[in-house]
């Protein structure tokens, strides 16, 4: 057999163990079926190997579901089912797969508390994009609670159905100005330049994938921009090498900018300009 060439962030396999899914593609001392669990931590960083000192390249979000291909001294070796990205993380981590999720969480930031009243201590805080599973409901001095099967408690207007997605991308990513920069971030926390866009298509209810690279790829479809990008609207996607942003109006630029260490408003002009001495020009533009 001559193995194909995959994509290792997209395809778990190593010389020494594979995803059973894919026998006959690659080649490896063993294969096995990925056991289904759930990520139980609010934000969880994925590394590119099992140590805690290895690079981040991506996070995991509090209800993504994950298959587990190895479980050895204190990590996981892991591939989220939405997005296909394979890492290691903590096995501590995870959980398994109770209850089915029924909301998503909409506010950039959102606290967890104990019970139905804004005055208890916080337990925990999820990010925008999270899923939970509310049992009910109470009210509270004006002010509605979704019940999460622990008893807990989060605003229930930080909460809409999962099957309840908003149409506009942008406006979703405009929700998260001034979130820090944070290289292989995804969340409300700290986000980079594709998780930007990636969490942003997620509350439209669009997985897409998880790098720059990917994106420029493979979300809707290319266009090609005139010579001075006039031609181009809100809501499309312009890459670089390594860099990728959304348009928030025809002149106006959105992305979570290392220049800036922030999510932030840019001129398309002055962005082009500013990056193409260390990236060159843009790589793609492309529109849903």
């Not at 501590?92 to 930031?109: C, F, G, M, N, Q």
Request: glycine share 10%; proline share 5%; with cysteine.
């Amino acid at each position: 057999m001559t193995p194909v060439t995959l994509d290792k962030r997209l395809n778990a396999f190593r010389p020494d163990l594979a995803d059973e899914s894919l026998r006959g593609q690659v080649e490896a001392e063993h294969f096995v079926q990925g056991k289904p669990m759930r990520i139980a931590d609010p934000v969880v960083d994925v590394r590119g190997a099992a140590r805690g000192d290895a690079g981040v390249t991506t996070q995991f979000l509090f209800g993504d579901d994950v298959l587990v291909f190895e479980d050895s001294n204190g990590w996981c070796w892991v591939q989220n089912e939405r997005d296909g990205y394979v890492g290691y993380v903590v096995d501590t981590a995870l959980d398994k797969r109770y209850d089915e999720p029924t909301h998503i969480v909409i506010a950039p930031r959102t606290f967890v508390y104990p019970g139905s009243d804004l005055k208890f201590p916080p337990t925990n805080a999820l990010s925008m994009g999270s899923l939970v599973t509310i049992k009910g409901g109470e009210e509270r001095r004006g002010t509605l609670y979704g019940i999460l099967p622990s008893g807990e408690a989060i605003i229930a207007k930080h909460l809409v159905p999962i099957d309840e997605v908003t149409d506009d991308h942008v406006a979703v990513a405009e929700t998260l100005m001034h979130t820090p920069y944070l290289w292989g971030g995804v969340s409300g926390f700290g986000i980079d330049c594709s998780g930007l866009v990636q969490l942003s298509l997620l509350m439209t209810g669009q997985s897409v994938l998880r790098d720059s690279d990917m994106q420029a790829d493979t979300i809707g479809d290319a266009i090609e921009p005139d010579a001075h990008y006039n031609n181009l609207k809100r809501g499309d996607f312009v890459f670089w090498k390594g860099h990728a942003a959304m348009m928030a109006s025809y002149s106006m630029l959105l992305h979570a900018s290392g220049h800036t260490m922030s999510v932030t408003l840019e001129p398309l002009h002055d962005a082009i300009e500013r990056i193409a001495y260390l990236y060159g020009k843009p790589t793609a533009v492309r529109r849903l």
